[in-house]
C-alpha cells in the first residue's frame, strides 16, 4: 500500500527550452508561440503546467537587466503570462526576467512568477543567491553589478497537487531552499528551477545539484534552461533541460537546442520512494536542529 504523499495526483508538465535575443517583443512572442505548441502537440496528453527558462525575455547579461526590467503586476511580461495561462486554463512557471521595483528605489531583481489557471500569480520569488563566480580559463558572471537578491525562501500551493518550492538557477546550489521547502509545515512534492547554467559549470554540476536536491529530499525537481547560444560574446546556456524523480532519476532530459520537454511527475513513484526509503521520516532532529520547524526561516509566496 503505498501511503497518502504530498503530491496527491499526477501532474504533467512541459518544458519550453528556448533561446532568448536582444528583441524582447520576439522574446515574449516566440515563449507564447511555444506554450501553444506545447499544449497542441503534447506527447503526453492533456498538460496542467508548462515552465519557462531563467531570463527568457532578454539577454542573460548583467549590463542589460535594467534595459529589459519591469515592474510586477503591469509590465508586459506579466500581462501575456497571465492572458496566456488563462487562455489554456494552465499553470505556467514563467521562467525568470528582470523585475524593477520603484517602491525598493528601482532596485532590480531575477524575478519568477506563477500563474494560476485562471491567469492569477500564486507566487512570486526573487532569486536569493546572486551568481557571482569567477572560474579562472573558464567563466566570471557577476549579477550584483546590477541585482539585488531576493530576502526569503518561496513555496506556494499548486492548487489541488499540492506545494511546491520555487528556485532560480544559481539557488540550486543551496540546499537550503529544497530542504525549506520539503519538510515540515510546508510538505512540497517538487523543487522548480528556471536555470541557465553554463558550458564551464553545466558539465560539471547541473545533473549532480538537481540529483542531489531531488535524493536528498525525496522530492521531484524541474530545471528548464535557455536552449544553447552560439553567438560570439553571448552566455553560452548548457541547455539539459532536466526531470528527476524522487530517487534521483533522470526522467526526462532535452539536448543543446530548442525543443519542448514532456514529463508526468508521478505520484506513485513519490509515494513509492519515500516508503521504500524512509529517510524523509528518520530524521534525528534530538542529534540535530530541525531548523525549518525550530528556526524561522522566511517564506512566503507573494
Ligand atoms: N544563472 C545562474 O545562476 C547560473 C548558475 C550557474 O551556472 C552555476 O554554475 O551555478
Redesign the pocket.
Known amino acids: 500500500m503505498v501511503p497518502k504523499f504530498p503530491l496527491t495526483k499526477s501532474l504533467k508538465v512541459a518544458l519550453i527550452q528556448l533561446k532568448a535575443g536582444a528583441d524582447k517583443k520576439a522574446n515574449l512572442a516566440k515563449a507564447t508561440s511555444y506554450i501553444d505548441d506545447a499544449i497542441k502537440k503534447s506527447t503526453i496528453g492533456k498538460l496542467d503546467l508548462v515552465m519557462l527558462p ?1 531570463c527568457f525575455n532578454s539577454p ?1 547579461d548583467v549590463n542589460q537587466f535594467r534595459n529589459y526590467a519591469e515592474v510586477i503586476p503591469t509590465g508586459d511580461t506579466t500581462k501575456l503570462l497571465s492572458e496566456t495561462a488563462k487562455k489554456h486554463g494552465i499553470y505556467i512557471v514563467g521562467g525568470s526576467f528582470p523585475e524593477i521595483d520603484p517602491a525598493q528605489g528601482d532596485k532590480i531583481y531575477n524575478t519568477s512568477l506563477i500563474f494560476s489557471p485562471s491567469g492569477d500569480i500564486i507566487a512570486k520569488h526573487r532569486k536569493v543567491h546572486l ?1 557571482d ?1 569567477d572560474i579562472q580559463g573558464g567563466i566570471s ?1 557577476k ?1 550584483s553589478t546590477s541585482l539585488s537578491a531576493g530576502e526569503r525562501a518561496t513555496v506556494f500551493k499548486l492548487g489541488d497537487f499540492g506545494n511546491v518550492g520555487l528556485g ?3 539557488d ?2 543551496f540546499p537550503e531552499l529544497a530542504m525549506i521547502a520539503s519538510r515540515n509545515p510546508y510538505n512540497s512534492f517538487a523543487m522548480f528551477y528556471p ?4 558550458t564551464t ?2 558539465p560539471l ?1 547541473w545533473h549532480l545539484l538537481a540529483r542531489s536536491r531531488a535524493v536528498d529530499n525525496e522530492i521531484y525537481t524541474v530545471l528548464c534552461s535557455p536552449a544553447r547560444s552560439n553567438e560570439e560574446g553571448g552566455y553560452p546556456a548548457y541547455g539539459h533541460s532536466l526531470v528527476v524523480d524522487p530517487y534521483g532519476k533522470i526522467v526526462a532530459e532535452a539536448g543543446e537546442g530548442e525543443e519542448i520537454l514532456y514529463a508526468e511527475l508521478d505520484n506513485e513513484v513519490l509515494g513509492k520512494a519515500r516508503q521504500g526509503i524512509p529517510v524523509h521520516y528518520q530524521r534525528r532532529f534530538d542529534v540535530y536542529e530541525d531548523f525549518v520547524a525550530n528556526g524561522s526561516p522566511k517564506v512566503g509566496d507573494l
Not at 195 to 198: D, E, I, V, W
Open positions: 531563467e542573460y551568481f563566480i558572471f549579477e532560480i538557477c544559481y540550486i546550489r536555470g541557465a547554467f553554463n559549470t553545466g554540476h
